[in-house]
């Protein structure tokens, strides 16, 4: 299935930039980056369960949110991109 | 239906910030700002059409993009939450 993860986290500060990497790391085993904070995995439902249990576990939950879009399987008529396409590096330096 | 729409902007500039007010101004006519550049926005085909031709016209398609996940009717059971419940004043100074 496909889910989409929507990461919300201050990237003002270099332990929100962190987080991001850490969760970005996470995310691009599934799937893709799509945005600088927006991924699109897909998973089975136990790869998912082990996905959100680290993501949650990386995440301040106080200052931070995740939510997470169940696009079914009809996803791909369900998307629609405008503007720069940009790649990103999970590795790197986030451009925030 | 329901349109989940992501912007991906350079919040580290003037003018990303900017462009991500306005973007919240006019997203936040017709739904919820979920996430600081994440909206939820109840639209007709008529309303959505308008939608995206002003938010298009705000960004700057070199440098930012706009994603659209047409969640359709059923979106409710489609989403969920985990983490801080931010609410966003889309005039205010945003977190970033």
Known sequence: ???LITYDVN???EAGRKRLRLV???CVNYGQRVQNSVFECLVDPAQFAQL???LEEIIDQE???L???YLGSNWKNRVEHVGAKS???PE???IV
Do not use: E, N, P
């Open 67 to 69: 939510r997470y879009y």
């Open 24 to 26: 970005a790391k996470q």
């Open 1 to 3: 299935m496909m889910v």
């Open 92 to 94: 790197g330096t986030l």
């Open 52 to 54: 959100r249990h680290r």
């Open 87 to 89: 790649t990103f590096d």
């Open 11 to 13: 990237t003002t500060t």
């Open 63 to 65: 200052k931070d949110s």
